[in-house]
């Protein structure tokens, strides 16, 4: 079945510093989704994709869409501390895209 | 417009009491989504429902568990008996039937059960 593969599992940064991540299917997908997750709250949407080669902006965040439809990345730039929290990326199942298939996360420390 | 909203946010219980955890969508979405979250599994669909009709259950992971939707703001989700290893965050999350993909979350109900 359609699997999400996210790297790296976590990571620990000092404020100030560029953080890039990944999210990698065996599969094809015709949409990306970048959720956060903050500690003891439910995942928010950040960046949606739907278009292969597409770059998108949210403030310091960055997300693109592979050109393979196979993978895409999150960028966040000049980390502070309320980036903490976890990192998923979700894509609609293929058989029905109101199923979400979701990678098991990116957590994220950062220290101040 | 306020969020998803959950009920209870923590609930502790013992082995074999019935658990029911409640959700009230953002008004105006009609579709509306049950899920589980463990440390080793992540985030696991249970059920989700249309225009209050459940559309697909595969998901739920036994008798156990089911799940009801009586009306457009409000779902509610049991687990009887409960079991330890139903031990998790629950969470409800709401989206629109425009086609996008975005589901909005409510804050989870942590559950525990000795």
């Known amino acids: 079945g359609q699997q999400l593969n996210q790297s790296p599992q976590s990571m620990f940064i000092q404020e100030g510093e560029d953080v890039s991540m990944n999210c990698t299917s065996s599969?094809?997908?015709?949409?990306w989704l970048w959720y956060k997750q903050d500690p003891g709250e439910g995942p928010v949407l950040l960046i949606a994709l739907y278009k292969a080669g597409e770059l998108t902006s949210n403030g310091r965040l960055t997300a693109q869409f592979g050109i393979t439809r196979k993978d895409s990345f999150l960028n966040i730039s000049a980390s502070i501390p309320s980036d903490v929290g976890i990192y998923f990326c979700a894509g609609p199942n293929a058989g029905n895209n109101r199923k979400l298939i979701w990678g098991l996360g990116t957590s994220l420390a950062v220290n101040p | 417009d306020a969020g998803v909203i959950q009920s209870p946010r923590h609930e502790v219980t013992e082995m074999g009491q019935e658990v029911t955890l409640r959700c009230k969508p953002i008004?105006?979405?009609?579709?509306l989504f049950w899920y589980r979250q463990t440390m080793m599994r992540g985030l696991e669909l249970l059920i989700y429902f249309n225009n209050n009709v459940p559309i697909d259950d595969s998901g739920m992971p036994e008798d156990r568990f089911s799940a009801k939707m009586p009306n457009a703001s409000f779902s509610t989700l049991k687990i009887q008996p409960s079991e330890p290893r139903d031990s998790a965050v629950y969470f409800c999350?709401?989206?629109?039937?425009?086609?996008?993909?975005?589901?909005?979350f409510g804050p989870g109900t942590r559950l525990l059960v000795l």
């Open positions: 008004s105006g979405h009609d579709y």
């Open positions: 999350a709401s989206s629109l039937g425009t086609g996008t993909e975005t589901q909005y």
């Open positions: 599969s094809i997908f015709n949409t």
